[in-house]
Nanobody
Framework: QVQLVDAGGGLVQTGGSLKLSCAAS????????MGWFRQAPGKEREFVAA????????YYADSVKGRFTISRDNAKNTAYLQMSSLKPEDTAVYYC????????????????????WGQGTQVTVSS
């Protein structure tokens, strides 16, 4: 069992930055790949970014590539999502999630592959 707590959301102007964090407790954090997803009102949950268990590889949705950076610190049991050049269309509730470390690359964007989820943190980008 892994418990995830998302934090760091807030209100920011277009072009601004935010850094989300996801603190994990329970079983060994480094046993899991980590992902970030988001869900805007009236829309389905969508993949944002993912990182392998050791941080060796990262994956991004095209909509955030070059603006967002996912990272992790296994010593601190924490994953991060640094968001820059934010746009109004980035407004959503952001969720971190954990998947078993042996996830194949093509499955990282699939929400169903993630076993544990944080409670979500609201990010609002004003125009």
């Amino acid at each position: 069992q892994v418990q995830l707590v998302d934090a760091g959301g807030g209100l920011v102007q277009t072009g601004g930055s935010l850094k989300l964090s996801c603190a994990a407790s329970g079983r060994t954090f480094s046993s899991y790949a980590m992902g970030w997803f988001r869900q805007a009102p009236g829309k389905e949950r969508e993949f944002v970014a993912a990182i392998t268990w050791n941080g060796g590889r990262t994956y991004y949705a095209d909509s955030v590539k070059g603006r967002f950076t996912i990272s992790r610190d296994n010593a601190k049991n924490t994953a991060y999502l640094q968001m820059s050049s934010l746009k109004p269309e980035d407004t959503a509730v952001y969720y971190c999630a954990a998947a078993y470390a042996d996830l194949a690359a093509t499955y990282y964007p699939l929400a169903n592959e993630y076993k544990y989820w944080g409670q979500g943190t609201q990010v609002t980008v004003s125009s």
